[in-house]
């Protein structure tokens, strides 16, 4: 199967919903509640997801294709997870976005001319240690080089230390920690660690 699994830019429209599962999961601990729940949040992410701002591993093993996998990224034109205020009020309604918004601005992260910024890496938890997250990291660092970044920059929560091994085996590199203090109630974690990739 491996011989079958293509990574590409971009996922299919037909594989939205799949897309926006596979991310949501990932992440449930960390915006599940800022977006409503799963349903709510999935429902969400489907509108806001831009295809063109994501690498994908596809299932190409028999015709009806399928998601394993999906590197977003951030750069100054537009990122993985679109949207802002005014997709938030359509979806949630104006009070109930403002308060989102304001929560949600806690987790942004200042973009640089000369850095790709990941936006969330996501493997479905059956094809997790197969390999997959190499081979999106791999190759949103080709997409960066070839695009003229010098630098890729994740961050990684203190509670994933799988996935801060394979971003160190990677090559990435730890330059700051910074503490929630006492928003580690609402955000499910504690600190979170600044990573580079320089190219």
Same mark, same amino acid.
């Given at each position: ?7 590409s830019m971009g996922f299919p429209e037909h594989l939205r919903s799949s897309a926006a599962k ?13 977006? *409503? %729940?799963? /349903?709510? !949040? ?14 994908? !591993? ?10 394993? %996998? ?7 034109? *537009?990122?993985?997870? @679109? ?13 109930? !976005? ?11 992260? $200042? ?12 493997? /479905?938890?059956? +094809? ?17 080089? +070839?695009? @003229?970044?010098?630098? &890729?920059?994740?961050? &990684?929560?203190d509670s994933n230390s799988r996935a801060r091994a394979l971003y160190e085996r990677k090559g ?5 920690? $910074? $503490?929630?203090?006492p928003l580690k109630h609402l955000y499910g974690f504690s600190s979170a660690a600044t990573m580079?990739?320089?190219?």
């Amino acid at each position: 199967m491996k011989d079958q699994i293509k990574i590409s830019m971009g996922f299919p429209e037909h594989l939205r919903s799949s897309a926006a599962k596979i991310y949501f999961d990932a992440f449930e601990n960390k915006i599940g509640w800022l977006l *409503g %729940g799963r /349903t709510k !949040a999935i429902s969400y992410l489907e509108k806001v997801m831009d295809p063109s701002f994501a690498i994908c !591993a596809i299932d190409t093993s028999n015709s009806k294709s399928k998601i394993l %996998g999906i590197a977003g990224f951030k750069i100054a034109n *537009g990122s993985m997870i @679109g949207g802002g205020f005014s997709s938030l009020v359509l979806h949630y309604g104006f009070f109930s !976005a403002l308060w989102r918004t304001i929560f949600l601005l806690v987790l942004e992260r $200042e973009i640089e001319s000369d850095v790709l910024l990941m936006d969330g890496i996501a493997v /479905t938890p059956d +094809q997790r240690g197969k390999g997959i997250g190499s081979k999106l990291l791999d190759a949103i660092a080709d997409h960066a080089r +070839q695009n @003229g970044y010098k630098i &890729v920059r994740l961050d &990684v929560i203190d509670s994933n230390s799988r996935a801060r091994a394979l971003y160190e085996r990677k090559g990435f590199e730890l330059i700051r920690i $910074e $503490e929630m203090g006492p928003l580690k109630h609402l955000y499910g974690f504690s600190s979170a660690a600044t990573m580079l990739l320089k190219l």
